[in-house]
Structures are given as C-alpha cells and as structure tokens.
C-alpha cells in the first residue's frame, strides 16, 4: 500500500498567519487521486480539497492544494480561529486507500 | 439531503461480537461504494476498506482481514461492519463514508461514527 507521510505532526499558528502542510507519498500518484480532509474535535472528517487542488463545496478560499507525483501541500493562507482542527490526507489511487498520519492545528 | 446515519454507542467484552449499521439516505445507494474508517481514542484516521454496493464484494485492508466483515441490505440502502472475537484495541470509533465510483477516491459524505468500547 502506498504510504503518505504527513508533516508537521502538529502546528501553532496565530490568527492571520499562512500554514502550510506538506504529504508524501511512497511511490508516485496522480495528483487526481490526492485529496484532503479538516476534522475537528469530537466530529466526523469533512472533505476540504480533492484531486489536489479543487475546494470542495462550501469550502472558503482561503484554503487551497498544490503537488503532483510525489510530494503534496496543503495551504491556509490566514488561518482563522475555526480552523482549529486535524487534517489528514487521503490517497484513493490504488486499491486500497491510505491516510496520512494527522498535522493538529491550534491557535497561538 | 444526504445523510449516512450509523448506529448507536456499543459497550462489549472481549471476545464478543458487534454489528454496525451505516443507512443511507438522499442519494441512489447503489451508486457509491461505502468505505469504513477506524479511529482509535486520540489517534488518527485508519482505512479499513470498502464494500461495491452494487455486487455487494468487500475489499479488505490487510489489518483488518479475517474479523472483519463488511456485508450489505441494500434494500435498506444500509451497510453494516461486524467485528468478531472483539480485542481490547477494537477500542475505536468507527465511520463509514461513501465513494463515487466515478470520482477519484475521495469521501463526500461521511457518518457520525460509532463509538465501541471493548473491555472486561
């Protein structure tokens, strides 16, 4: 199975600032078959970016995906007090699907 | 609107059996396949695998052969997780999450988890 590693594990960040999280995966995907999810304390995860870099519905500009082949970002551009939360990315190419570890995101 | 609702919190002792029920509503059930997602207290998010609604074939991921079983009702739009000869590290909760077999792998739509707590 193809495996992500997800990086930082964690991140303190203040409000305003730009953060950006970084995965990589084991061997080379299409950057369609990327994807990435905020899952806040005690919820289910909701889908953020898919296929590297596409907003999923609902989901405010500021947030955004970048990458191909092997290495993936992910990027608030002014992180707000709502962005507080896990996020974990996801590949879906192979058979079978794979998540990244988890980079927390608190609030300074 | 589309909704996957699961089953309610299970207490269990080691050694047990437990059923999870995911039903889907809003949406042609047979057009998406339903995946299932472990997540242990304070960890992360681990696939489990996935079941093809429309033959009702389950995939496996290689942790979680052998005690687990995805199975269907499809007259009920509902997939359901059983986890046989419970272990202490079943301790998790458990989400399903559905998949567009057009689309490129990615979960949409996702239940709002089933806490099992296994222990003597």
């Known amino acids: 199975a193809i495996v992500l590693n997800q990086s930082p594990s964690s991140i303190i960040a203040s409000q305003g600032e730009k953060v950006t999280i970084t995965c990589r995966a084991s061997s080379s995907i299409s950057s369609n078959y990327l994807h990435w999810y905020q899952q806040k304390p005690g919820a289910f995860p909701k889908l953020v970016i898919y296929?590297?870099?596409y907003r999923a519905s609902g989901v405010p500009s500021r947030f955004s995906g970048s990458g191909s082949g092997t290495s993936y970002s992910f990027t608030i551009s002014r992180v707000e007090a709502e962005d507080v939360a896990t996020y974990y990315c996801q590949q879906g190419s192979s058979n079978h699907y794979t998540f990244g570890a988890g980079t927390k995101l608190e609030l300074k | 609107q589309i909704q996957l609702v699961q089953s309610g919190p299970e207490l269990k002792k080691p050694g047990e059996s437990v059923k999870i029920s995911c039903k889907a509503s809003?949406?042609?059930?047979?057009?998406?396949?339903m995946h299932w997602v472990k997540q242990a207290p304070g960890k992360g998010l681990k696939w489990m695998g996935w079941i093809n609604t429309y033959t009702g074939k389950p995939t496996y991921a290689d942790d979680f052969k052998g005690r687990f079983v995805f199975s269907l009702e499809a007259s009920a739009s509902t997939a359901n997780l059983q986890i046989s000869n419970l272990k202490n590290e079943d301790t998790a909760t458990y989400f399903c999450?559905?998949?567009?077999?057009?689309?490129?792998?990615?979960?949409?739509?996702w239940g709002q988890g089933v806490m099992v707590t296994v222990s003597s």
């Open positions: 296929s590297t870099s």
């Open positions: 999450a559905r998949h567009n077999y057009g689309s490129y792998g990615y979960f949409d739509y």
């Open positions: 809003g949406y042609t059930f047979t057009d998406y396949a």
